[in-house]
């Protein structure tokens, strides 16, 4: 899965504003993977990615037998890129234009990878809040620096939280105000359950 999702490219034209960084394709692979084979969140089931940028995550659960996929991003390069991988991989998924509000559910699973709100303060509870209120369980990736944060945050809220993987990522060289080749983020991975 990770070899199929390293096929989707990286966002052709981030922008700093939206916190636009691709998704790893080993770290997509490793929650579409566990969503499917350990939770059984995936086939046969109606799933969400919310900010869906180049659409791995979407994809990768149309591979993995969703039922119906559907991402949705506000940025029109990332739709028209995803919805060009779509085709490539023959995979059943709506890319949405819009804002993450405009979806209604529910769905069974939603997969993000929100913006950390970094440049926004608090953008990655925006999308929590609309996943929550969409999916039955939601999958995220956060920097591992807020862990204790959003588990008092979800916690306060009703909800459950585990960390499914814990790694590092890669933030290449892609804006201006970047000054190395690369930086290391440590995230976490998170399944969220009522």
């Not at 966002?11 to 084979?37: G, S």
């Not at 959003?150 to 499914?164: A, P, Q, S």
């Amino acid at each position: 899965m990770a070899i199929t999702l390293q096929n989707i490219g990286s966002h052709p034209r981030p922008q700093v504003a939206l916190e636009q960084y691709t998704t790893p394709a080993d770290l997509a692979a490793e929650i579409l993977f566990t969503a499917c084979y350990v939770h059984d969140d995936i086939q046969s089931k109606r799933v969400l990615d919310l900010g869906t940028g180049t659409g791995r995550l979407a994809i990768g659960a149309s591979i993995l037998g969703a039922r119906y996929v559907v991402g949705i991003d506000v940025d029109p390069a990332s739709i028209a890129y995803a919805s060009v991988a779509r085709k490539s991989f023959r995979a059943d998924v709506d890319f949405v234009l819009g804002e993450i509000e405009t979806i209604r559910g529910p769905v069974e699973t939603v997969l993000m990878n929100p913006p950390f709100g970094t440049k926004k303060a608090h953008a990655d509870l925006r999308f929590l809040d609309c996943a929550l209120r969409l999916g039955k369980v939601v999958y995220s990736i956060h920097k591992s620096s807020t862990r204790g944060f959003l588990k008092d945050w979800l916690r306060n809220r009703g909800f459950n939280c585990e960390r499914i993987i814990a790694t590092s990522i890669e933030i290449p060289y892609q804006f201006s105000f970047h000054r190395k080749p690369k930086r290391t983020v440590e995230v976490d991975a998170i399944r969220i359950t009522k």
